[in-house]
């Protein structure tokens, strides 16, 4: 680790490590540009060939914008909002046909004890029955066939078994073959899976756009430096050692090296970080981020596939692709029915066969099983359960973005954080003050603070906030000097007053207590010295802000037998001693941003089942990797788009919530199931006529109602959730 001095004089650090965040505040434009950092680093020629030799190929063209259109509306999340649009159309349109279908079928009028008839009423029917089949059944028919292609038959396949079989059958019986048609039946289920569809898109949000986010963050033109000047060019026409121009307020086209200029750069969409880094001559930038007040020439390092960013493209692309692709909860009990339906069907109809029974009357009891076979109620079970926790997680600040992941965190075991802005707040705050013998503590602070109130960096923002937090009055200061590499110095009423580095008070060779100021170097935080009228006044010691939920958090997961691990770029020294402050199990430090989801990947191996918390786009693989990934909802965009479930409240504890709320859905969900199921394990063989000989053969009308019976149930049972 570098020493005191270094930390405070804050100077050159190298982009790599951009996001180690309390090396990012300590590259303070207040307090030096020139210092080097002893701090360990990483061979960015050695990952870039590493990644080179990695997997999939991203191609160039992706990091070419001519047309953001592509990556814009006509991304997944439109995507998502049409196919809701779409399942509620279907669903009110099919119910509005829907209901004379039902008062004209004569099931339903025997049932209900009336008689309503006329010329033709047959064909009526069978017209608007079939309206019903082909538009309002046409998502579960092309689904089937999705289903069926890749030999993975689910829901879809089960319903559009019941809807075929209705349709086909009831056809049979207008035109000519001897029965009572299912088009009731038909259309009730159709209605209810439509509605059943609807309620689940509705409650759960679209799709990631990480990808799509991602490329966006990258210019599509640049400013190329001739010796004509300046020429605006085309990202992907750029080389490795062509010169661009990035004026004040741009995003920085490439990854490069600074030949000329000085400049605070905002790297918070690539770290999710909110300290701006000073960047000088030589100090590498990160093509995506975004320039401060001064002119920038850079010299392009990486462009296209060499990229940051693109590497950032490919883990999350490699990650997405490889995450389980588990069925949820509803598919696979679909599909064990789908089975069961069709070998329940066959059987019957041989069975009746052999039993002597007339074809009409075997065909028939093998439609009832068939049709039966697709409870309605399964339709609802799980999107009822799912469309109540969404909310009552929306109300918690839990946004669910992948109901899949969401159920499966029922079985997390180990819960990765990141360590800035997720257990941090991201900012700094003064955690000790020691004072000399004859000062008082409170006006040491308000005079430091006074001087600190003329800069905008964040160890004067972290200063003023906890001198503002103690009510403590701050003065304007009659004179103030910026001492570059040293600190600041001012008059604040009356007296001449400093605020310095270590490495400044021992050149002014002022006496104090080292042992002290060793300990908090130790820990990792920045020492500031107040030095008033020539004499040692005290220390100030910042850090990052740990988030007080975040103990609690910690606590909690213990209880739950839940191993807690931090994942942070930061030093070893500051990770450590924010991991004993919160309770942590395990810290991993110095983590650079593509070893995080290596990281993830090395802990699964451990046969554990881990979610994974973070903020900025260096967490977005990692994000992606995890069993469950979990945004921070002040995090960036990408962090966000590539997570399953978002924290709205960027609170820790909100993490316990997760687990906790998936829990009591998953047993819902299977409460529901059994309530749906149990309906099939008693209608199936009972209209298969197992107990024909004792006289009892479930007729379609007491189906019916069975049927409606185990859909209200699953309906009220799935209101009866609570978190």
């Excluded at 990483?42 to 001519?66: A, F, G, I, L, R």
């Excluded at 929306?394 to 079985?411: D, P, S, V, W, Y």
């Excluded at 304007?476 to 040293?486: A, C, L, R």
Aim: hydrophobic content about 40%; aromatic content about 8%; charged content about 20%.
């Amino acid at each position: 680790m570098a020493n005191q001095n270094d930390k405070f004089n804050h100077g050159h650090k190298n982009q790599e490590n951009h996001h180690l965040q309390n090396e990012q505040y300590h590259d303070s434009p207040h307090h030096s540009n020139n210092m080097h950092h002893e701090h360990a680093s990483y061979d960015k020629d050695n990952e870039d060939k590493s990644y080179q030799n990695n997997t999939t190929h991203v191609h160039h063209k992706e990091m070419n914008h001519d047309d953001h259109s592509d990556h814009s509306g006509s991304g997944h999340g439109a995507h998502h909002g049409h196919m809701v649009e779409d399942f509620k159309r279907r669903f009110f349109i099919s119910l509005l046909v829907s209901i004379p279908v039902f008062f004209l079928s004569h099931m339903i009028q025997s049932l209900l004890g009336f008689e309503f008839t006329f010329p033709f009423d047959s064909y009526v029917l069978f017209l608007l029955a079939s309206f019903v089949f082909f538009y309002g059944g046409y998502p579960f028919l092309t689904g089937a066939i999705n289903e069926l292609k890749e030999k993975n038959p689910g829901m879809m396949t089960l319903i559009a078994l019941a809807i075929l079989v209705a349709y086909v059958y009831s056809t049979l019986t207008v035109f000519g073959l001897n029965g009572m048609d299912y088009y009731w039946e038909l259309v009730t289920l159709i209605d209810i899976m439509l509605l059943g569809h609807w309620l689940e898109m509705k409650s759960v949000m679209g799709a990631s756009n990480a990808l799509e986010k991602l490329v966006k963050l990258m210019p599509s033109e640049a400013h190329k430096v001739t010796d004509n000047g300046t020429q605006d060019v085309k990202v992907s026409d750029l080389k490795a050692g062509d010169n661009v121009l990035v004026k004040p307020g741009e995003r920085i086209p490439v990854d490069g090296i600074i030949k000329k200029g000085t400049s605070t750069i905002d790297e918070s969409m690539l770290t999710g970080e909110s300290v701006p880094v000073e960047k000088s001559p030589n100090n590498e930038v990160t093509g995506g981020s975004v320039n401060g007040d001064g002119a920038l020439t850079v010299e392009v390092k990486n462009t296209g596939e060499e990229s940051y960013l693109s590497q950032v493209i490919k883990m999350v692309q490699e990650a997405q692709e490889s995450k389980s692709r588990t069925q949820d909860l509803s598919n696979r009990a679909a599909k064990w029915l789908f089975y069961i339906a069709l070998i329940a069907g066959i059987l019957t109809l041989i069975g009746w066969l052999v039993a002597g029974a007339s074809f009409n009357y075997s065909l028939e009891r093998m439609v009832t099983v068939m049709i039966i076979a697709c409870p309605h109620a399964l339709g609802l079970a799980v999107p009822l359960v799912v469309a109540t926790s969404t909310a009552i997680s929306a109300r918690k600040g839990l946004l669910i973005r992948n109901r899949t992941q969401f159920e499966e965190a029922r079985g997390i075991n180990a819960i990765v954080f990141d360590k800035t802005g997720t257990l941090t707040k991201g900012e700094f705050g003064i955690t000790d003050q020691i004072t000399a013998e004859g000062f008082d503590q409170s006006k040491v602070l308000r005079v430091v603070a006074a001087l600190e109130s003329q800069s905008e960096h964040p160890i004067a923002r972290g200063i003023l906030n906890s001198a503002k937090d103690l009510d403590i009055r701050i003065p304007e200061p009659e004179t103030f000097e910026y001492m570059q590499g040293k600190g600041l110095k001012g008059t604040v009423e009356g007296k001449e007053v400093l605020a310095v580095s270590p490495g400044y008070i021992n050149e002014l060779k002022i006496t104090y207590p080292k042992d002290k100021y060793q300990a908090l170097s130790a820990q990792g935080k920045t020492v500031i010295f107040a030095v008033v009228d020539g004499a040692f006044a005290g220390m100030i010691a910042l850090a990052d802000v740990i988030r007080d939920s975040a103990k609690k958090a910690i606590k909690e997961l213990k209880e739950m037998d839940i191993e807690s691990i931090m994942i942070t770029g930061d030093n070893k020294q500051v990770a450590d001693y924010v991991g004993k402050q919160i309770g942590i199990d395990k810290v991993y430090a110095e983590v650079l941003p593509h070893e995080k989801a290596q990281k993830i990947n090395e802990i699964k191996q451990q046969n554990k089942r881990v979610a994974m918390t973070g903020d900025g786009v260096n967490d977005a693989p990692a994000l992606a990797n995890a069993d469950l990934g979990i945004a921070v909802g002040a995090g960036t965009d990408v962090a966000i788009e590539t997570a399953d479930v978002i924290l709205v409240n960027s609170n820790p504890e909100d993490v316990v919530q997760i687990i906790e709320i998936s829990r009591k859905t998953y047993r819902k969900m299977i409460q529901n199931l059994w309530w749906g199921a149990g309906y099939n394990i008693i209608a199936i063989p009972l209209a298969a006529g197992i107990l024909y000989k004792l006289g009892f053969v479930l007729s379609p009308a007491v189906g019916a109602v069975l049927m409606s019976l185990s859909t209200i149930i699953v309906a009220v049972n799935a209101k009866l959730l609570r978190a």
